[in-house]
């Protein structure tokens, strides 16, 4: 994002970002070919629509989590500020304290590939939900072969 956007995302630049990505993984799926996407999926909710989204390629989702100290979380931040400051943007200690308090680990059952709960009071569908989190994902129908 740093090249592009030259800042920690201000105006949601990010959710623009990661839509057309998850989208451009939805396609590749749809090819047959494999996908890893790389980011985010700080809450279950969007780990759920992401994996509507590769099922409804035919794809399979795989849910991969990395742990690390948080020392040495903040640590790397930091050390890529200074060893390539091009690459990302400075964090302050309220920054990383902010983001952490908005993650949310997997569950046992995400990382068991559990069925999917229903999708928040107000989506039709994990598919609809994933159209309206990310605004350059294109709307779902469930009925046709997108």
Known sequence: MAPLFGD????GRRDILEGRMIWVAHEVLRSGA?????????????RYAIRAVA???DGRFVLHHVT?????????????WETAPETTFPMTDEDHDRWLASYHPPTDEELADAPPPDPP??????LH??????PTLPRFDERSDV
């Open 8 to 11: 920690n995302d201000a105006g």
């Open 34 to 46: 494999g996908v890893v996407l790389d980011f985010g999926c700080w809450s279950p909710e969007e």
């Open 55 to 57: 099922e409804s390629a």
């Open 68 to 80: 690390l100290d948080e020392q040495e979380r903040r640590a790397r931040a930091g050390a890529r």
């Open 121 to 126: 009071a107000g989506s039709d569908s994990w």
């Open 129 to 134: 939900w994933a159209s309206q989190r990310w």
